[in-house]
């Protein structure tokens, strides 16, 4: 199955780096699902993480580090837990 989501989270600093630097990995999953569960335990980790799309699957989504928790809270019909709609 072609990889249709991503996630990004920062990579623990190991070591003396010479300058301030954000060092990241991403990784790539086939459903939204997966990288929802990837996405829950780094964060559980305490890394800043963020996810999205890769193109061109469309609808296009792109999930910042302050909308992650959001994210995770959606069920798979694009519902909160609550029952609103999160479309913007």
Same mark, same amino acid.
């Given at each position: 199955?072609?990889?249709t989501w991503y996630v990004t989270f920062e990579v623990q600093q190991r070591g003396i780096l010479p300058r301030q630097r954000s060092?990241?990995?991403?990784r790539t999953f086939a459903t939204e699902q997966e990288a929802?569960?990837?996405a829950r335990a780094k964060l559980d980790e305490g890394l800043a993480v963020f996810a999205g799309? $890769? !193109?061109p699957h469309v609808p296009r989504r792109v999930i910042p580090s302050a909308g $992650? !928790?959001?994210w995770l809270a959606e069920n798979?019909?694009?519902t909160t837990a609550s029952g609103n709609s999160n479309q913007d």
């Open positions: 199955m072609i990889p060092p990241r990995e991403t929802k569960l990837f799309t $890769i !193109n $992650i !928790n959001a798979q019909d694009g």
